[in-house]
């Protein structure tokens, strides 16, 4: 059927386009392009309308605000999962306590066969 | 005393499992290496099942306990060493060539080079050497224990895969001697790494892993990074060929204490690194 680079597998760059164009389109197509031309201020409004104290110049439903700053929210939660997958690692991080003692216990070791040995 | 562990002798023929490439072509494109000013000193025997190679530069203080360790945790007769010295120095050189003297000439090889060239050639260099079907590699700064490598060859012997490589964020394994920050920075960088590449291992800039031969001459003649992307782009490229890999948890030792390895300088180079093969592979 769609035999698009099937003779080789996808580059990483490739397939991580593959997956962002489509839905970068799909906003330009089912949000953008209804706002018209003055769509950058629908994005400063909606931007405006997350901040508590200002609000915008039009008041906008939830699902309003969802739409048009769709692509943001995406970074976000993208943002909030490395947040949390690296603050997971790093707090359960397996601190090898015993691993240091014993290589300090074995380099004396060593030493003293290095000696025997008359290796120095 | 540690337990000596005797290696089982291995059967050469152990079938190829459909998931494995076969690997009949020799695809290591022939390398110039600066050979002209390398000499190798005492040709080990042929009949170690696995060549350990270990590049050195400064590793004076270093170098004997590495072989202590080895003596100490493996069959010398199974194994083989090839010491990829860098002229340093510090006398790594002639404690090498003690060493040498005291184990003897089957266990252990030093191959010479001129100078430090580089991570990448180092490993070409010693890969004409080796004879063995399989090769481990791993830093000489005792930041690796060679008390893993029996649980790589055990791994490799339990589930018929092509690589085992050691990682620092599974299966019990941890790192002595990081602060907070360095975690974080390390995590940081793998997640960052993990999330471009996805390569299907844990650990992708980890440097102590254990190949079967055929894959290393075919892949690493392909390598153009350096520094931590290296050992990446191995991975990312073993990963692509179709080759099986497993992993092992170990105990990576920090003990170069206060040196900053981590400067603005690296973090640029690694990003860079990163992005190229987001790119090309």
């Given amino acids: ?67 048009i700053l769709s692509p943001l929210l995406a970074v976000a939660m993208l943002g909030v999962y490395a947040v949390s997958d690296i603050a997971y690692t790093v707090i359960t991080f397996n601190d090898c306590k015993d691993a240091a003692a014993e290589i300090e216990t074995q380099v004396k070791e060593a030493k003293k066969e290095m000696k025997r040995r008359k290796i120095e | 005393m540690p337990p000596r562990s005797k290696s089982r002798s291995r059967s050469k023929s152990r079938g190829s499992s459909p998931a494995k490439k076969t690997l009949t072509k020799n695809s290591a494109r022939s390398t110039k290496t600066k050979t002209t ?27 004997p306990i590495m072989i202590h360790l080895f003596s100490e945790y493996l069959d010398l007769k199974d194994y083989h060493v090839i010491i990829v010295e860098d002229n340093s120095p510090d006398g790594t050189r002639e404690v090498a060539k003690l060493l040498q003297d005291s ?49 790589f060859v055990q791994k490799m012997e339990e589930t018929g895969c092509n690589i085992v490589t050691g990682t620092r964020y599974r299966d019990g394994g941890g790192v002595a001697g990081w602060d907070t920050r360095r975690k974080v920075m390390s995590k940081g960088a793998n997640f960052l790494a993990d999330f471009l590449l996805s390569p299907g291992v844990s650990d992708l800039t980890g440097s102590f892993r254990l190949y079967e031969t055929p894959v290393l001459r075919e892949i690493f003649p392909k390598i153009v990074s350096k520094g931590y992307v290296f050992q990446m782009e191995v991975m990312v490229r073993i990963v692509d060929a179709g080759y099986k890999v497993e992993e092992v948890g170990i105990s990576f030792v920090d003990r170069i204490y206060g040196e900053s390895k981590l400067g603005a300088g690296e973090i640029i180079g690694y990003l860079k690194g990163l992005l190229n093969l987001f790119l090309t592979t």
């Fill in chain 1, 1 to 67: 059927m769609f035999a698009i680079g099937v003779k080789k597998n996808m580059l990483r760059y490739q397939r991580f386009l593959a997956l962002v164009l489509p839905a970068l389109s799909a906003y330009c197509y089912f949000v953008l392009l209804p706002l018209g031309s003055h769509f950058p201020m629908a994005i400063a409004n909606a931007l405006l309308n997350l901040v508590p104290g200002v609000g915008g110049w039009t008041p906008l439903s939830r699902g309003e605000l969802i739409r």
């Fill in chain 2, 37 to 63: 000013k390398t000499k190798k000193v005492g040709l080990g025997s042929g009949s170690a099942n696995y060549t350990i190679i270990l590049p050195v530069y400064n590793e004076r203080e270093n170098l």
């Fill in chain 2, 103 to 151: 184990y003897g000439p089957d266990f252990i090889t030093i191959l010479e080079r001129a100078g430090k060239l580089g991570l990448g050639s180092a490993y070409l260099s010693a890969l004409h050497l080796v004879k063995s079907p399989y090769v481990i590699l791993m830093d000489a700064d005792l930041s690796h224990h060679p008390k893993f490598i029996p649980k």
